[in-house]
C-alpha cells in the first residue's frame, strides 16, 4: 500500500516537468513580401518594436523580396505600403511567427 502510494505521489510531482508550458516562438529575423497587385509598391514599411524597416527599392508587380527585420521581442508587425497609383494600404497588424511572407493585395 505505501509503495502505490509513494508511486502515486513520485508521478504527480512529475507531472508538472511532462506537461511542459508551450514554448515561445522564435522571434523572426525577415520576411518575405509579396505585391500580388498589377502595379508596383513605392513603397513598403514593416514597424516592429518601435522601429521601421523599408524596402530599399519599389516592389514591382507580381514581385517578391527579401527584408531584414530589426530584433524582435515578440512576433508582431504592422505593415503599411504605397503603390504607384496612390493606392495605399491600411496599416495592418500581423503575427510573421505564423506566416512569414506578406502578401500585398488590391
Do not use: H, W, Y
Not at 508551450?22 to 529575423?29: E, F, I, M, N, Q
Not at 513605392?42 to 527599392?57: F, S
Amino acid at each position: 500500500m505505501i509503495v502505490r502510494i509513494l508511486t502515486a505521489t513520485s508521478l504527480l510531482l512529475a507531472a508538472p516537468a511532462a506537461i511542459a508550458a508551450p514554448t515561445k516562438p522564435k522571434p523572426v529575423s525577415a520576411v518575405v513580401i509579396t505585391n500580388s497587385r498589377d502595379v508596383p509598391a513605392t513603397d513598403v514599411a514593416i514597424g516592429a518594436n518601435g522601429q521601421t524597416v523599408r524596402l530599399a527599392k519599389p516592389l514591382g508587380a507580381k514581385a517578391q523580396a527579401t527584408l531584414r527585420l530589426p530584433k524582435m521581442a515578440g512576433c508582431m508587425v504592422v505593415v503599411a505600403a504605397v503603390f504607384e497609383d496612390e493606392a495605399t494600404s491600411e496599416p495592418s497588424e500581423l503575427d510573421v511567427c505564423k506566416d512569414r511572407t506578406i502578401r500585398l493585395t488590391d
